[in-house]
């Protein structure tokens, strides 16, 4: 990881932990030069990067603050597998299938590449979920250390990532050869497909492409 990642990662900490809470004045470049012993401009680069994110602003003869987001992602809920597999009564486990760095693509990635995982989420050892996820590097550099081994990215991104808008897209789809055998279905059985897209501000994190057993899965939505 680059210097001015690991000063980002710890600048967001601080955030997530509250050290940093909303509205707060972030500290003055120089202040974080002599803390984090680094150059001014690469303390300035990972302050850039947390304002292309929506978390911090900057404000003319001011300084810099964290930005209030609360009233956005209070409205957000990103569900958890592992959640909805146990309220359900079935017992949750998971398996890591695959997982790679690739090329960025259409200018997602472009400097660190994508981190592609697909793993299988169980109820009561039957196959649930597969799960299809690819992770920007640039936005997410510390995913790149997650081996993603005992635990899956949805529980670790839910975690970690105050993600603050999300795209949904529900579909159908049959079966096909190599997804029927990982789900213990027919080929061409009906699946359902949940394609989820989350960002940070104008910051693209995540892509994941959620596949079902059509009979297996519900979707539910509440109005207020």
Known sequence: MSRHDEIRQEMLRRINDGEWPVGSDIPHEMVLTEEFGAARGTVRRALSTLVEQGLIERRKRAGSRVVGQTSQTSKLHIPLIREEIESRGHAYSYRLLEREVKPGLHGIGTRNGLLWVRCLHLADGAPFQLEHRTINLDTLPQAAEQPFRVTGP???????????????????????????EILAVPEHAPLLIVSRETFMGEAHLTEARLSHPAEQYQVTTLSI
């Open 154 to 180: 949805n529980e670790w991104l839910v975690r970690e990532v105050p993600a603050t808008r999300v795209i949904t897209r529900i579909s159908a789809a049959a079966a096909e050869a190599e997804i029927a």
